[in-house]
């Protein structure tokens, strides 16, 4: 029984497909034609390495700029929200005068077409008077 080798930079793609972008062990392995039992073993002792891939573990460098732009994403993701709870806000409250309004018309027994149409007449009376 002969036993294939596997370069190391194939074993760690394997592995980094398991380990970082979440695929199934048995996926992985059908696809790339392993038997799944060899790609079970490959995870285990790189997770035992504590380096999920070659390459793949962020240096000092990488890792502060990932806290940077997680504060960053935190920080924008917040000043979004407070953007659209003030949206939100003020849309209910432009339309809540516009009901109140026209409520306000009717009560007093006048439709909006003849306020809007008396509005522009006295506007061009006025025009015409200056």
């Given amino acids: 029984m002969s036993s294939k080798r596997y370069t190391d930079e194939f ?7 398991v380990l970082e972008r979440g695929f199934t062990v048995v996926d992985v392995a059908a696809r790339i034609g392993i038997p799944k039992h060899t790609l079970y073993d490959w995870v285990q002792k790189a997770k ?3 380096k999920p891939a070659a390459g793949a573990a962020p240096t000092g460098t990488d890792s502060a700029e990932v806290r940077r732009l997680k504060a960053e994403l935190r920080r ?3 000043e979004r929200d407070i953007l659209k709870k003030a949206a939100v806000s003020s849309t209910r409250r432009r339309n809540g005068l ?3 309004s026209g409520w306000r018309l009717e009560a007093q ?4 077409s003849f306020v809007e149409t008396s509005g522009d007449l006295v506007q061009e009376c006025l025009r015409m008077a200056g």
Avoid: D, F, P, S
Wanted: a positive charge; zero cysteines; proline letters at 0%.
């Fill in 11 to 17: 074993r760690a793609e394997a592995v980094k497909q």
């Fill in 109 to 112: 027994g006048l439709t909006r």
């Fill in 76 to 78: 924008v993701t917040e």
């Fill in 48 to 50: 035992k390495a504590g």
């Fill in 98 to 100: 516009a009901q109140l």
